[in-house]
């Protein structure tokens, strides 16, 4: 069994920025994909936001491309998403998302408790 534990959100005022970090923890062999994903207020749909590869690729979406920055520190098991220049629309659960090995050997995708981001004047 594996859990991720994100933290980081918080509520910033249009032009601000924010960190969120996704901590994986458990009986784990290792960690494959890794990604953020989102859910706005009064949406049924969770979005991709940013995805990276256990070798460091990286997949956004449209809309935050150029402001959002995912990261990975692999040895901590540890996938950050730097997030500059938040709009109002980036206000969202976001959700950390990660597909694990466990020693067992069996690949399970798991997903975070989810951290609320509110960009607010």
């Known amino acids: 069994q594996a859990q991720l534990v994100e933290s980081g959100g918080g509520s910033v005022q249009p032009g601000g920025s924010l960190r969120l970090s996704c901590q994986a923890s458990?009986?784990?062999?290792?960690?494959?994909?890794m990604g953020w994903y989102r859910q706005a207020p009064g949406t049924l749909e969770r979005e991709l936001v940013a995805?990276?590869?256990?070798?460091?690729?990286?997949n956004y979406a449209d809309s935050v491309k150029g402001r959002f920055t995912i990261s990975r520190e692999n040895a901590k098991k540890v996938v950050y998403l730097q997030m500059n220049s938040l709009k109002p629309e980036d206000t969202a659960v976001y959700y950390c998302?990660?597909?694990?090995?466990?020693?067992?050997?069996?690949?399970?995708?798991?997903w975070g408790q989810g951290t609320q981001v509110t960009v607010s004047s």
């Open positions: 995805a990276i590869t256990s070798g460091g690729s990286t």
């Open positions: 458990g009986s784990i062999f290792s960690v494959d994909d």
């Open positions: 998302n990660a597909e694990i090995l466990a020693t067992s050997r069996s690949r399970t995708i798991y």
